[in-house]
């Protein structure tokens, strides 16, 4: 495994590093390889495990929803945003997650903050199986204002080849399956923080009446589920023709570039349920009824196309692994110059 680095001095606090190693070396699967000092995570293939093997990996970062949880001062949540964005888009190829690296930039270091985000990054961790190899954190003042801060990073995972989904079965008939998010999870967050940050904003503390009284702030940063167990499952018992993570661009983005060439996904908007946060999210930015699907999840965090006689037992396994999931629209022949992701 590779000790936590940093970069600037006094970043090296050993109280610090005690604190956080424990909680890393919970995560660790297996395969890790110990004490091979500071410079490097190593991880052993387990190479039994698979007969032809791929290697998967997915960088990502929790973007302008790291500004929003810096408003509400809030850190917990975006170490398992982070996984969970990471892990998910490793998923979506019917890769098991290995291990993952982070990278945590800031202005001005805040002990306390890194470690509601370490605690963060090692509970999604644990939850996705995924060990936390290593990681960096960068004290960058001329880049980020005081406590401003920004967290990255890359998760590798591998699959057996006959098992990986790439989307190039899917075919005229094939149904679509919405798995249900747990709130936003990072996406269209650029464009609540410019709400958020204008004179008059919204107050993060206030009970908002379509949340059920729930206060904004807890509403927005309800960290991101992670779907790698559930994934699995549909893989090694299903013939999944298709899988999309609905992250930043949407779900016409998210799921119409795994369509292949003369498909087009025909959705329904009224067959799953978008929870009230989405209708405050529409007053409160007044975007169009379209710009809200090009921008938000709209209450769909993972989407399975599958072929028809295989949704039956999709929705019944999906049931029983505890997720909430409709079919939410089919696979059409798209016409010339159609988008490849229609709304119905």
Request: glycine share 12%; hydrophobic share 45%.
């Amino acid at each position: 495994m590779a000790e936590r680095a940093s970069t600037e001095v006094g970043l090296e606090d050993p109280t610090f590093l005690e604190r956080i190693r424990p909680l890393v070396r919970s995560t660790f699967r297996s395969e890790v390889i110990k004490g091979v000092g500071p410079l490097g995570g190593m991880f052993s293939i387990a190479a039994e495990k698979y007969r032809n093997k791929v290697l998967i990996s997915a960088a990502n970062g929790v973007g302008a929803k790291a500004r929003v949880a810096q408003l509400a001062g809030v850190y917990d949540t975006v170490g398992v945003d982070l996984v969970a964005l990471c892990v998910n888009d490793v998923a979506v190829r019917g890769a098991e997650p290995l291990f993952l690296l982070d990278y945590f930039a800031t202005g001005s270091l805040s002990r306390d903050m890194a470690l509601s985000i370490v605690e963060g990054l090692v509970a999604a961790c644990r939850e996705a199986h995924c060990t936390l190899l290593g990681g960096k954190t960068a004290q960058v003042p001329a880049v980020y204002r005081d406590d401003g801060f920004d967290l990255a990073g890359v998760a590798v995972g591998a699959v057996d080849q006959d098992r990986l989904v790439d989307g190039s079965s899917i075919g005229i008939g094939h149904r679509v399956i919405g798995m249900a998010s747990s709130g936003l999870h990072t996406a269209g967050f650029g464009v609540v923080h410019r709400v958020l940050a204008a004179q008059p904003s919204p107050a993060l503390d206030q009970q908002v009446p379509d949340l059920g009284g729930e206060t904004l702030k807890s509403a927005l940063l309800r960290p991101t589920r992670i779907y790698g167990k559930t994934i699995l499952n549909l893989v090694r018992d299903f013939r999944i023709a298709g899988l999309a993570h609905v992250g930043e661009g949407g779900i016409a983005y998210r799921l119409g570039r795994q369509l292949p060439r003369g498909c087009q996904a025909l959705l329904r908007p009224g067959d799953w349920e978008q929870p009230g946060l989405f209708s405050y999210l529409r007053r409160m930015t007044a975007l169009t009824h379209d710009q809200m699907f090009t921008t938000f999840n709209m209450g769909l965090g993972m989407i399975v196309v599958v072929a028809p006689q295989d949704v039956e037992g999709v929705l019944e396994r999906l049931e029983s692994l505890g997720e909430q999931a409709w079919v939410v629209g089919e696979i059409v022949r798209r016409e010339t110059d159609a988008p490849s992701v229609r709304l119905e």
